[in-house]
């Protein structure tokens, strides 16, 4: 089926609506079994950062992937820093990994072998800068570090500042999964609730009123009280309080 792109909802973020079709899975005995429904998309620029895929029927399908639309619309500016950092944070551990896998004893046609073994980490200029040359690349996969950490903890301060307004918090989208290439699916609640939390504790002084509504919303939505703890330096008595 056509592929249909929905309504854009920020620059460089849209809605992929895959419409209604076949999923397939594993039944019974091994047994093929197929279900319909509809499966959509969040997108930022070419890069999936969520999905969500439901099965229903098809007189039901476009009601559905409007729900689905209308669960994720007021968490996707946020959704799409969170990936954007998630995907620097990987990045970041890759320069890392291969740091220490170049010590000064290295060869320099091992150098280029290990650096064939990350397309993509480094540019073209940083490896026509670096070549055969170990101490350049091992001062300027330092330095790469850190500027990738930065700007991901820049990302999740945007996250954070894109998040909907403590006091009136939406439901989480719960049917909104990562698009991690990871074999288990990464619901989107639980990043979410974490950077609610935070972004509370940070401007709690403003939010006071919202206490109580907050505390209640992390909880329904999953979080536990521990969690809430740590995250905003709450105090049990007064979770349990709100709770009451």
Same mark, same amino acid.
């Given at each position: ?11 460089? #973020? /849209? ?26 998309? #969040? ?55 291969? &740091? ?23 540019? &073209? ?66 990043? #979410? ?48 309080? /709100?709770?009451?």
């Amino acid at each position: 089926m056509r592929e249909e792109a929905l309504a854009e909802y920020g620059p460089g #973020l /849209y809605f992929l609506n895959n419409g209604f079709r076949e999923f397939g899975g594993s039944g019974f005995h091994s047994a093929r079994s197929v279900q319909h429904g509809v499966r959509v998309w #969040l997108m930022d620029g070419i890069d999936a950062v969520a999905c969500a895929q439901e099965v229903v029927g098809r007189a039901e399908a476009d009601a559905e992937v409007e729900r689905l639309v209308a669960q994720m619309t007021p968490w996707a500016p946020a959704v799409a820093a969170l990936a954007r950092a998630d995907r620097l944070d990987a990045s970041h551990d890759k320069i890392l990994k291969l &740091s220490d896998e170049i010590t000064r004893d290295t060869p320099d046609e091992q150098i280029d072998w290990l650096l064939d073994c990350y397309p993509g980490l480094l540019t &073209s200029g940083e490896r026509r800068l670096w070549h055969a040359h170990i101490q350049k690349v091992r001062n300027g996969l330092s330095i790469k570090a850190m500027v990738v950490h930065g700007e991901s903890l820049d990302l999740r301060a945007e996250a954070m500042s894109a998040l909907p307004p403590l006091g009136t918090l939406p439901p989480t989208p719960d049917n909104w999964v990562a698009t991690d290439s990871g074999h288990v699916a990464r619901s989107w609640t639980r990043p #979410l609730l974490e950077l609610c939390a935070q972004a509370w504790a940070a401007a709690r002084d403003e939010v006071e009123d919202s206490r109580g509504p907050m505390v209640r919303w992390a909880v329904g939505a999953g979080m536990g009280k521990s969690q809430l703890h740590q995250l905003t330096g709450m105090s049990r008595a007064t979770i349990d309080r /709100y709770l009451d």
